[in-house]
């Protein structure tokens, strides 16, 4: 035979050249793709295959199929499903010791049948050999009888018919015989097969008694106190006949099939096809959050919400069935049902994270610098005092010389150094002093003497009470001839602020911004409350601080202001600001100038955020990179659900008042501001001057420069775009000019708040007067019957239209006011007349027209 290759070999039996290698090298021969294939190695194959084969013939496999899908979520696009497919494959071996067994018997019952087969086999042919003997007989009588016929004359026939029929006889009783002999056989060979097919039926039912006494057994055990219940339901429910299908037989539940007529015998199950109701009551673990609808919280409990209801009752608290309750009372109810509870924080995730952010490192306490925020009234020196300590020119900076964002510098002085915050003194930015206020350690209560205590500063005096921070008082402007000091320290303690020389608690400088008189004081002072409060804070561990203020760069980007509270901010750490998170790319002083690495009460400016955050936000140093993002998007989805609450609530409330709401005018806004601070501080202005009449909506707010997308926004909703502080794109000043778009840009916040101020007293002043739009002189009147009276006018002024409304005055008094019912010229139906034209007016429900009356048409 001719040797063929592993490649043709492969070829013919279909299968791949690799995997025909890896047979041969299992069946302990090495080959290579161009080797030959001899007829021996052939054989040594089909041996190794067969022998593989054999070896799970004696095994079951067991297949399983599990179906998931995982929701995995992304950041601007909707979720994505994976599905999900786990195979399983088991093999169930038999022992060999149950194989010989089985092996066994089956001999042996062929040995029985077999003996059996013979015995039958011997009496057969007993039975045949005396057939055969019978009939020789018969055969031989015939022959003699032939004979003697032969020889035999008609005398002799009566003597051969006596012979035939005793032969006859003899033949009849021989065959009786032999049929007895078999029936005997065949009795006794069917009783011993129905006695071994009562044996076997008796060892099953024995078999299956005692699984199903085992059974029983474990659910006793499993069941113990409700299991007699369950067993008296389950024999009632046995004993039902219903359609000859159940019946009880020896206890045994069988199932009777009576087209067939099959009986297949089934084990005693006293827990399977029956419902039975629970006599104890579940206990369950319920979570609760902050808040909890009591449809939820009957749902978690397994009961119906007038049950919780009830319960709410008796303790005094009243609530439908969609309101939600309180985490307390929540609590109180499903414990007093005898449930155990869990409590759920929102911020569970947050703390979980921030507790593996946390290191092990020993920390290093040292003194830090105060904090220390001047307040004041506007105009009062905030600025220009902080500038005298800076030696800098800021108030020269900002547009009309007061300030507009919280500003945060570092002074080194001889003693020490002093964090100094700046907040505007403008009503606007209460928001803005109350965050500074909360931040600070020291407050300087700036008040002009020129000039006396004014709203901003009661305000500024009820921020430091509320934050619990000693104030030192500046009285500025001591250099004027008109000032007066003492006036201004008596109207400080009609406000609760008394001075250490009144015997009060408050230190009091006078300074003058001007000159400098009083600074070296005003220091001395700041570090001396600073002393008496000892400020510590830890300069080695994770960095922790506050947004004081944040904006968007055109080339660098996100930019936030954070004054650090403890820690050691480094370049290249991943930094969290709310619902933003980034890495640090540089760190700059308030100078201005490039850092490494910051230490605590140190204000400074970071880059590298992925937006811009929201001013008053914590920030913290994060390890993790893939954590801050997990924890901003956790922040962002939240203040999201916030949003969409808020708005429902306020749906909700004003759902009522829809009819209302259709008269009121709303004044559409789009506000881009250079910060984020001064940015909320105006919106919260100019929705506080909504009236009933017209309502301001701030349908979109933004930090960075006015772009394309904010004028398409402002010409498709009909909106004023304002700017503060900002400049125009080029684009979008292309698309303003071609579609004469109406824009503002400010740098002064009160010029921004009077402009819209104005705008709706004039909105609120056009809607209520009317415009009259002609003036008519009667000079003849006309009777018609369809119409009544008609008067031929002249119009004077202005153009009458058909669908305007007249008053008529005589003598400057008006005498009646309706509608044009009919307007003509020269026998002719027109739409409008123009000034110096002649025409006939009918006034519907009029007739009492004069010469020389004046008719005037208004248009709402």
Known sequence: MINVTINSFAEKMQIPVKRLIQKFADAGIKKTPLDTISKEEKKILLAYINRKSNIFKNKLSLKKKIHSTLNISRIGEPNKLIHVEIRKKKYLKCDISLITKNKQNKLNNLKSSESLCISDIESKQKIKNVCLDQKKMSVKINQNKNEKSVHCSAKHIPKKEQSYSDNFN????????????????????KTDYNICIEETLQKKINKKNSLKNKNIKKEKNRYADNFHLIQEDHEKYIKRKQNNRLYVVN???????????????????????SFNKPTKKFLRNITIGKKISISELASKMAI????????MIKLGVFNSINDNIEQDVAQLIAEDMGHRVKLIRENALEESLMLLNNGNDTPKILPRAPIVTVMGHVDHGKTSLLDYIRTSTVSLKEAGGITQHIGAYLVKTKNGNITFLDTP???????????GAKITDIVILVVAADDSVMPQTIEAIQHAKNAQVPIIIAINKIDKNTADPLKVKKELIQHGIVPEEYGGENQCVLVSAKTGKGIDLLLEAILLQAEILELKADHSGTAHGVVIESRLDKGKGPIATILINSGKLNRGDTILCGCEYGRIRAIKDSYGKSISSVGPSIPVEILGLSGVPIAGDTTTVLKNEKKAREIAIYRQNKLRENKLKNNKIKHTQNSFFNSKLTDKKIYNIILKSDVQGTLQAISDSLKNLSSDKIKVKIIGAGVGSITETDVTLSKASNAILIGFNVRVDILATKIIESENLNIKLFSIIYELINYVKNKINLENSIKSCKKVNSILEVKHIFQLPKYGTIAGCIVKEGIIKKN??????????????????????????????????ECGIGVKNFNEFNLL???ESIEE
């Open 304 to 311: 119906k919400s007038s049950q919780i209801i009830k319960n």
């Open 251 to 273: 206890s045994i539940e069988k199932t009777k099939s009576i087209e067939k007529k099959i009986c297949n015998k089934t084990t005693l199950s006293t827990l399977s096809h």
């Open 853 to 855: 009356d004046v008719i």
């Open 170 to 189: 003899i033949n009849k009783s021989q065959k009786s015989e032999i049929l007895e002999l078999k029936k005997e056989k065949n009795i006794n060979i």
């Open 804 to 837: 305007h409304k007249v008053k008529i005055l005589r003598n400057n008094i008006l005498i009646y006011q309706s509608k044009i019912c009919s307007l003509r010229r020269f026998k002719e139906d027109v739409n409008e007349v123009k000034t110096g034209i």
């Open 425 to 435: 003194g403008h009503a606007a930015f209460t928001a803005m002093r109350a965050r």
